[in-house]
């Protein structure tokens, strides 16, 4: 299985800054790199694809980098509503896997 | 506008079946450029992905869970559905339906069905 590695897991940040958050595969997944925010309660929702492909309705403020094994989201101007949780995925081979997560919390 | 929603048992007792259902509107099921996947994820922790089916019923298990989930579905119903057998407390969880498009990325969530596994 290919193993997914997030950092950091948790992260504090106010309205306006810009966040980063890496994901690194455990062998090369090419730009198979998907990402996902999570908020309270609620489904997944698809960000990024691709590894930078930005999801149609997505706001332009998110966006992503990388290829290989290590990978970039990065917000840039944090709003309130991007307080919630990203998961990474890789989509090169099955079992297709996900992050830990990185909660991102109100400073 | 597509979406998916889960339906099922709450509540499954330990060494019995977990089944659930997941509803599709808003597009076909049988379209060739979608599969459909279920994933799983335990209170106050990470994903995990179960399997996926394709409209050919072509199936993928995640290894960890192969021996014991068969995913299916009916064209007919629009539906799709996971059987999980021989459940244990640890299959404890939200069960969430998902489509997967292009390079097996998921655009379209059910809100996902909790499932408690407990005598």
């Known amino acids: 299985d290919i193993q997914m590695t997030q950092s950091p897991s948790s992260l504090s940040a106010s309205v306006g800054d810009r966040v980063t958050i890496t994901c690194r595969a455990s062998q090369s997944i090419s730009s198979y790199l998907n990402w996902y925010q999570q908020k309270p309660g609620q489904a997944p929702k698809l960000l990024i694809y691709s590894a930078s492909s930005l999801q149609s309705g997505v706001p332009s403020r998110f966006s992503g980098s990388g290829s290989g094994t290590d990978f970039t989201l990065t917000i840039t101007g944090l709003q309130p509503e991007d307080f919630a949780t990203y998961y990474c995925q890789q989509s090169l081979s099955t079992p297709l896997t996900f992050g830990g997560g990185t909660k991102v919390e109100i400073k | 506008q597509v979406q998916l929603q889960e339906s099922g048992p709450g509540l499954v007792k330990p060494s019995q079946t977990l089944s659930l259902t997941c509803t599709v509107s808003?597009?076909?099921?049988?379209?060739?450029?979608?599969?459909w996947s279920w994933i799983r994820q335990p209170a106050g922790k990470g994903l995990e992905w179960i399997g996926r089916i394709y409209t050919s019923g072509s199936t993928n298990y995640n290894p960890s869970l192969k021996s014991r989930v068969t995913i299916s579905v009916d064209t007919s119903k629009n539906q799709l559905s996971l059987k999980l057998s021989s459940v244990t407390a640890a299959d404890t969880a939200v069960y969430y339906c998902?489509?997967?498009?292009?390079?097996?990325?998921?655009?379209?969530w059910g809100q996902g069905a909790l499932v408690t596994v407990s005598s």
């Open positions: 998902a489509r997967g498009v292009g390079t097996t990325n998921f655009d379209y």
């Open positions: 808003g597009g076909s099921i049988s379209s060739s450029s979608y599969y």
